[in-house]
């Protein structure tokens, strides 16, 4: 059961990478590029060491499309941060889930792979939930609303499936190591237009002179990312890709309960809705998501 305990640590650890995320756009951002900037570059301190123990495993000229992949990824983590900063943790962590949904249509019309109806139904489920999660119900004889979220999470959905083909192509010619390294590399390059904006400057500048509260959270941040994306890759490597897809639709269920054992123990570190109508609302996407992405993997 390895792989069950890696998927398990990867789901994890992302979900407190959404947590610290959110809490640190609600309190510290004012623009979630500079932010991501600044989150890239720290990520390269740990990138860093790859090198050191397994070489650069430059192969011509898929590393090329591995920097190329780094530069997707940050247009997908813009996305995603822009939902973060207008929208609930719990929220934009339930909407993640879509994007299996554009990559098995990707992979039917790139890489000729067939659909099975169960595949469809469970598309259909992901994409139910991610408009459940989405939606506010009417209040006070007002209109029911969509989360504006959705629009980015949207261009996180599809370039997320660009660069999980992208990645599956890429394994073909490198180590996932190896793919880490040179897309980190890609991603360093890819945010540094990010910081042409002389605000955007500025505010990535302070992230790193306001102190070590701000510093720690931002390293925190990355060495989570890292490690569920690292806990993933390893189980992928030792278990089923279907099981271990299954258990990583726990993520949106893990913030969801990190989320209200925040509320509870330190009320008002993250703005959530926590009411019992809500939280049951978020607990019927979150079902509809581990079903989804068990009939689709």
Excluded: N
């Amino acid at each position: 059961m390895d792989w069950f305990i890696l998927s398990l640590v990867g789901a994890s650890a992302l979900a407190v990478t959404g947590v610290i995320d959110k809490f640190v756009l609600s309190k510290y951002v004012r623009d979630p590029l500079a932010y991501l900037a600044a989150l890239v570059v720290m990520q390269q301190m740990l990138v860093a060491v790859i090198p050191l123990y397994l070489g650069w495993g430059f192969v011509y000229p898929q590393t090329f499309y591995a920097l190329a992949a780094g530069g997707i990824q940050v247009v997908l983590w813009a996305a995603y941060l822009q939902a973060l900063h207008i929208e609930e943790t719990s929220r934009v962590a339930a909407m993640v889930f879509v994007f299996p949904v554009f990559v098995f249509l990707g992979s039917f019309l790139f890489l000729g792979e067939t659909l099975a109806a169960k595949d469809y139904a469970g598309g259909a489920l992901l994409v139910g939930s991610a408009l459940l999660i989405s939606y506010r119900p009417a209040e006070l004889g007002g209109p029911a609303i969509i989360s504006p979220a959705l629009r980015y999470m949207a261009v996180f959905w599809i370039f997320s499936a660009v660069y999980a083909l992208a990645a599956k192509y890429l394994l073909d010619f490198m180590s996932e190591w190896h793919l880490i390294l040179w897309s980190s590399l890609g991603s360093l390059l890819a945010v540094i237009p990010l910081l042409y904006r002389e605000p955007a400057r500025r505010e990535f500048a302070a992230y790193f002179r306001r102190g070590p509260f701000l510093l720690s959270a931002l390293l925190a941040d990355e060495v989570f990312d890292f490690l569920g994306r690292g806990a993933f890759i390893f189980a992928y490597a030792v278990g089923s890709v279907a099981l271990v897809s299954s258990v990583a639709a726990l993520q949106p269920f893990i913030t969801l309960i990190y989320v209200i054992v925040l509320g509870l123990f330190v009320p008002g570190v993250l703005e959530e809705e926590l009411d019992r109508k809500t939280i049951a609302l978020k607990t019927v996407a979150v079902i509809l998501i581990i079903a989804g992405v068990y009939l689709v993997s």
